[in-house]
């Protein structure tokens, strides 16, 4: 059974489309989280929700926007996609918001073209 | 700002060597702390978890220091494998938020 899910794993597009990554955990966390890996393999927080509440809202361009329709699941839909949004986006869970161990999906890499 | 630094940026040993990964952070406000190992066109894999109040942690070959006092943590790996082969990452948390912070990783080759 896998953990922390997410679809697609992969998604090619064209710049300036819309797309959506979905999210899903069965372990019964409460938090999940979005996070970005560059090129360069730097991952940087982006979303947290607690209890399907914005917890961390990282300094991150509008045309992101998360949603959390249960504690089990947290998507994320992108607007006007950019070369800039090429990267590898992972979805994690953890159970305590800020304390408890991180597991993550298998990522869903984008490339805007 | 809270940094995280890992050293060796990539490392390559050959099978069956122990060997060493470095973490270092500039914040010792930490509320625990985070080893990760990245396999190429995977996602991350938790590997142990140090709480601040732990000096270590163990799971299997893996042994994990902390010492927050200098801001360092060790990851060391006995009798490496080629299987070991992957990106290790360490991340911290921080003592109030929850923003985790990670290193940019050690990419470790271990030839048969």
């Known amino acids: 059974d896998t953990a922390v899910s997410q679809t697609p794993k992969y998604l090619v597009t064209q710049m300036g489309n819309d797309k959506s990554i979905k999210c899903e955990q069965n372990?019964?966390?409460?938090?999940m989280y979005w996070y970005k890996q560059d090129s360069k393999k730097f991952l940087k927080i982006m979303f947290s929700?607690?209890?399907?509440?914005?917890?961390i809202n990282e300094t991150v361009p509008n045309r992101f926007s998360p949603k959390s329709p249960d504690k089990a699941h947290l998507n994320l839909h992108i607007n006007s996609l950019e070369l800039g949004d090429s990267a590898v986006y992972f979805c994690?869970?953890?159970?305590?918001f800020g304390t408890g161990e991180l597991f993550f999906g298998e990522g869903s890499r984008l490339t805007v073209l | 700002k809270q940094e995280v630094t890992q050293i060796p940026a990539a490392l390559s040993v050959p099978e069956g060597e122990n060997l060493v990964l470095n973490c270092s952070f500039t914040?010792?406000?930490?509320?625990?702390l985070q080893w990760f190992r990245q396999d190429p066109g995977k996602g991350l894999t938790s590997l142990l978890l140090?709480?601040?109040?732990?000096r270590e942690q163990t799971s299997g070959r893996l042994n994990a220091s902390l010492d927050k006092s200098s801001g360092r943590s060790t990851l060391y790996i006995a009798a490496s494998q080629p299987g070991d082969s992957a990106t290790y990452l360490c991340?911290?948390?921080?003592?109030?938020?929850?923003?985790?912070?990670f290193g940019e990783g050690t990419q470790l080759t271990v030839n048969p």
């Open positions: 994690a869970s953890s159970q305590g």
């Open positions: 372990l019964g966390h409460d938090t």
């Open positions: 929700y607690n209890n399907k509440e914005l917890i």
């Open positions: 914040d010792s406000a930490i509320y625990n």
């Open positions: 140090i709480q601040s109040s732990q």
């Open positions: 991340a911290v948390r921080p003592s109030s938020g929850s923003r985790l912070t």
